[in-house]
């Protein structure tokens, strides 16, 4: 458990010393966010303010995963390495769209299709190779069965599996894009559901089916669950330190860098973790905020109308009058209260199979 102690712990000191070094590099090169004409008109104190901080905590991250490995004398996993790979390669995606943003002053940055296509390849990497690596018990880190809090179902085969992994990876990604509208909103809902992951990796550890001494009646077939909190853990510590920047009013923005970054870690950690469909409760918040954006377009475009006053949801509440930081927190709030909930049918789940 040293691991995971170690992981956070460093995660969080590279942020919180690290980033305002970052924050000077880049105002000095001038690499500031870019904001909307049709956003908020509070927004436009934001313009100039650094972005791509989520170089921070991506760094910080991976950084403390392999430091923790050499100060416990442990080996990483590939599960923990795959999740780190997808969180770095969607980073990386995202970090290319920002660039684009900043240098030709355009609020699109990377073209729809040649994003779409970065997003892809990470995605079907990940998921291809997920499915390799099989270890002594034939555990590979990925499962091509349907989880909830265990798997369950019939086999739904590598071709499907990795449609159904992109579907994962494209929906958390963009839905944690989508919610990254204000100081701290998806950095501080992020830390909870990596604190989810964390606890979910620990607790299978301990009733894993691997060990052949406590395992028994709904014990955990997951091939690595202890290195898995340790990468959570690692995810949480470094966005626990960088929200001590990015809060209100946040003195640099994760950009699509991050947000892409933080929306791949949370669909690796669901698959790994075998909890597919638990990360829909977990990362409740996000989801509410996709949501929201589906059915502002859907009635615009069915009739014309337009649901809320403007979409992604926490804007509609800015132009309802309330204060961003009133906004924040009542939607972590919501978020903790979605993570409480997940945590709860996960044990439950636990008790049901025994």
Known sequence: MKQILFSGMIGLFLTLIGTPLLIKLLAKKGYGQFIRDDGPRTHGSKKGTPTMGGISFILATIIAYVVTKVITSSDPTFSGVLVLFLFAGMGLVGFLDDYIKIVKQRSLGLRAKAKMAGQLIVGIAF????LQFADLRGQTPASDRLSFTQDFGWQIGPVLF???ALFMILAMSNGVNLTDGLDGLATGASVMVFGAYTFIGIWQHQESC???????PGCYEVRDPLDLAVVASALMGACFGFLWWNTSPAKIFMGDTGSLALGGALA??????????????????FVLITMSVVIQVGSFRLTGKRVFRMAPLQHHFELKGWSEVLVVVRFWIIQGMCVIVGLGIFYGGWQASK
């Open 210 to 216: 691997a060990n052949l001494i406590t395992a028994g």
């Open 162 to 164: 990795v449609i159904w």
């Open 268 to 285: 690796g950690l669901a698959i790994c973790s075998r909890t597919e469909l638990l990360l829909a409760i977990l990362g409740g918040l």
């Open 127 to 130: 998921a291809v190779l997920s």
